[in-house]
């Protein structure tokens, strides 16, 4: 069975600092995609990156950078130089490839507070 | 460019009762997924529509229904009101009903809250 893990739950930072958000994930499958989603206070989601499983280049865009390794099913999340409009709540998510049979499965979020 | 648009924002009822939630999916996108994401935890599917049929469901009970019109919009509809369907139900629009690897476009949602 697949399963997402965000280990923690709310993390608070003071603007500025950098912060990583954590997720571990469960497959038996050879072939999937990993996600984080954001989800500010207004409640819709907003897709943030999508990686598939033979991709294991980390990604940086703007303040936000992703660490992938399969070695450890681990797919970080770093905020660098935080803001308070980073301040939301951080889904990791994980499906299998290609099939339309496949369904996402969410982690429970980590609630990021950025403090002024 | 318009994106998903969900209605009504609110909604309370009783338990036993039925409702019906409606999504229009973002501009130029042909498929929608429905999720219930109950307070403190992540979205969970419940089902997919693409070319007016369901094409895949989570584990939710048949009180769970759906429907998708010719415009692409959708509707979902939950019988016999439980307490435990208090939850915000979030829509989501992508292209192509290709599954679920495909980043999806989300509304703002619909929170229902069981009296």
């Known amino acids: 069975a697949q399963k997402v893990t965000q280990a923690q739950t709310e993390i608070s930072v003071v603007e500025k600092e950098d912060v990583t958000l954590d997720c571990v994930y469960e497959t038996r499958d050879t072939t999937y995609y990993l996600f984080w989603y954001k989800q500010p206070p207004s409640g819709e989601l907003v897709f943030l990156i999508r990686?598939?499983?033979?991709?294991?280049q980390n990604e940086i865009s703007g303040r936000y950078s992703w660490n992938f390794q399969k070695s450890t099913s681990s797919f970080n999340f770093t905020i660098t130089a935080s803001q308070v409009v980073d301040s939301a709540v951080y889904f990791c998510?994980?499906?299998?490839?290609?099939?339309?049979?496949?369904?996402?499965?969410f982690g429970k979020g980590t609630r990021l507070h950025i403090l002024p | 460019d318009a994106g998903v648009t969900q209605s009504p924002t609110h909604l309370i009822k009783t338990r036993g009762q039925q409702v019906t939630l409606r999504c229009s999916p973002k501009?130029?996108?042909?498929?929608v997924s429905w999720y219930q994401q109950a307070l403190g935890q992540g979205p969970q599917f419940i089902f997919q529509?693409?070319?007016?049929?369901?094409?895949q469901r989570g584990n939710f009970p048949d009180r769970f229904s759906g429907h998708q019109f010719p415009n692409y919009s959708s509707e979902l509809n939950v019988n016999a009101l439980l307490l435990g369907d208090s939850a915000l139900y979030l829509c989501?629009?992508?292209?192509?009903?290709?599954?679920?690897?495909?980043?999806?476009?989300f509304g703002d949602g619909t929170r229902l809250s069981i009296l």
């Open positions: 529509y693409y070319e007016e049929e369901e094409r």
């Open positions: 501009s130029g996108h042909d498929t």
């Open positions: 989501a629009s992508s292209v192509g009903g290709t599954g679920a690897y495909q980043p999806q476009h």
């Open positions: 990686r598939n499983s033979f991709d294991e």
């Open positions: 998510a994980l499906t299998s490839a290609g099939s339309r049979d496949d369904k996402i499965i």
